[in-house]
């Protein structure tokens, strides 16, 4: 395809005259569905998660159980097999029922915990396993850290999910950060293996301004750490904007993957049409 093709392809999606399939025409497109593998142990998991977190989970709670473990299923079955939750979601019952409809070993879960101690964590560890009726974990993150001093804070709980990465109940583990404090301390600290990062091209919802947020995302990047953006869209707050944060999030090369909550299938659809579409502006911008 030469550039000429190329540019007039690109014009004609950005206008929604192509579906997504086009896309697959395009040579080194980037899409949701991209394998990608994740920090120091490899973690497998597709570009975009499917978040379930959106307005601390009320968003897609909504759907009821049935409903969101159906736009689960459903973006599994488009090849988005990186689902999102955490304990204060609510959203564990959720994912439990679509993993009934999947196997276990093709998805790959992200939850977080508000664990401080070594005993709070070893619990979480068992009651999340119950929850979401799995005999392990992919990822589990330290909940939305604010202050520098909260993985010090949180050392046992973090000392547990070492262990239980040694015995293979936890695949990898982190932190989600909710303060610049907290995500230059994840630099430092060799405990944390991920992170979870506020990022979008507005400051909405974020710990700074793009660009100093985006400095301390390639620290963790050198420093041997997976990176994982949120509040892309800033929780809805994009929505008239969508493209332009997607273009953002796809420019970055300090982010490895990122997380999205849509309300509901035809959400969920749209997103994964514009991530290629936005990937293939910047090509040609480029």
């Not at 896309?23 to 949701?32: S, T």
């Not at 159980?65 to 988005?80: E, K, T």
């Not at 994912?95 to 005993?119: F, G, M």
């Not at 907290?182 to 992170?195: D, E």
Request: net charge positive.
């Amino acid at each position: 395809m030469n550039r000429r093709s190329f540019l007039r392809l690109t014009g004609a999606v950005t206008a929604g005259a192509f579906s997504q399939r086009v896309w697959a025409w395009a040579p080194g497109v980037r899409k949701a569905t991209d394998v990608v593998l994740l920090g120091p142990d490899k973690v497998k998991l597709t570009r975009m998660a499917i978040g379930t977190g959106t307005k601390g989970g009320s968003i897609q709670r909504q759907l009821g159980i049935p409903g969101l473990a159906d736009m689960l299923h459903f973006g599994y079955d488009q090849g988005l097999f990186f689902w999102d939750t955490a304990d204060s979601y609510r959203t564990h019952p959720h994912v439990k029922q679509a993993l009934t409809q999947v196997p276990r070993e093709k998805v790959t879960i992200l939850t977080k915990t508000s664990a401080r101690t070594a005993d709070a964590m070893k619990a979480d560890l068992d009651r999340f396993r119950q929850e979401l009726g799995t005999d392990y974990l992919d990822i589990v993150l330290l909940h939305a850290l604010r202050t520098p001093d909260a993985l010090t804070q949180r050392q046992g709980a973090m000392d547990i999910l070492a262990e239980a990465r040694a015995k293979g109940i936890v695949r990898t583990h982190g932190c989600s950060c909710h303060s610049l404090e907290a995500l230059q301390a994840a630099v430092k600290t060799p405990g944390v293996r991920v992170v979870l990062a506020r990022i979008n091209p507005a400051s909405i919802m974020m710990d700074g301004d793009p660009k100093t947020i985006t400095g301390v995302l390639r620290d963790l990047k050198s420093a041997g750490k997976g990176v994982i953006g949120m509040k892309i869209l800033g929780e809805g707050a994009l929505a008239n904007r969508k493209d332009e944060a997607l273009r953002y999030a796809m420019s970055l090369d300090c982010l490895d993957c990122f997380t999205i909550g849509p309300a509901n299938r035809g959400e969920l659809s749209d997103l994964v049409a514009r991530i290629p579409a936005a990937d293939a502006g910047l090509k040609a911008a480029a």
